[in-house]
């Protein structure tokens, strides 16, 4: 790999940025100042900046369990984003794998692996998405039926694709879709005269929100569960 490629893959610094810090004999490799951008590097060599060595980011996969009152958005003037509760380097690499609402909490998934992300939100993949919901009044049994045969949004032109419903209690269900229209769940609970009062998202495909992880704590997901998606 090029050295001033290197430095852009470690920092986030642009090429031109790259190759102005080496000129300024700022990096060391091996000991020696470094002197041309386009040095290729070996595996062994050790890349110095401003005497921090520099080490390749390989691709994060992250869960956050994501607290009320935060959007899942790199900037917003108004609220706080999922992302000021990470500290991570090169933040502005990272994006969330599909969006909550600002007052929905549950399992939000971070990377900066687009592939893996897009197999995960794209509405060809299907990837189920199971939400604990907290409803104004009872849930009568029929509803289920109504979830699977698929609802009628207001402003819609389709049916919502088959839904699995389950009752916890009168005012508590388990609900999981395979896609994810505006609003859906609260707009597929308001189409049968119901309200949502409260929502969270338990689990993702076979993913599960870890129960240890707190409100606002995060973790790396491993490879077995990174695998799940792939």
Not at 17 to 30: E, Y
Not at 42 to 55: I, P, T
Not at 64 to 78: N, Q, W
Not at 176 to 202: D, P
């Amino acid at each position: 790999m090029r050295l001033d490629k290197f430095i852009c893959d470690c920092t986030g610094l642009t090429r031109s940025q790259a190759g102005k810090v080496i000129r300024q004999k700022l990096v060391t490799v091996n000991g020696e100042i470094a002197k041309q951008p386009a040095l290729q590097l070996k595996a062994s060599d050790q890349v110095f900046l401003e005497g921090e060595q520099l080490q390749l980011i390989g691709l994060r996969y992250i869960v956050l369990h994501k607290p009320a009152g935060y959007i899942c958005s790199t900037e917003d003037p108004d609220h706080n984003t999922v992302f000021t509760l990470l500290d991570e380097p090169l933040m502005e690499r990272l994006h969330t794998v599909g969006r909550l609402d600002l007052d929905t909490t549950g399992m939000v998934l971070i990377t900066d692996d687009g592939q893996w992300s897009h197999k995960i939100s794209s509405p060809k993949h299907h990837c189920p998405k199971t939400y604990r919901v907290w409803l104004a009044d009872p849930v009568p049994e029929a509803v289920i039926a109504e979830f699977a045969a698929g609802i009628m949004l207001r402003g819609e032109k389709d049916l919502t694709k088959a839904a699995k419903l389950e009752i916890i209690d009168p005012h508590q269900v388990l609900l999981t879709i395979s896609e994810g229209r505006y609003h859906q769940v609260k707009r597929m609970f308001g189409a049968i005269g119901n309200k949502v009062e409260k929502l969270h998202r338990e689990q993702i495909g076979a993913l599960p929100l870890d129960p240890d992880l707190a409100e606002g704590e995060y973790r790396y997901l491993t490879p077995e569960e990174v695998a799940l998606f792939r």
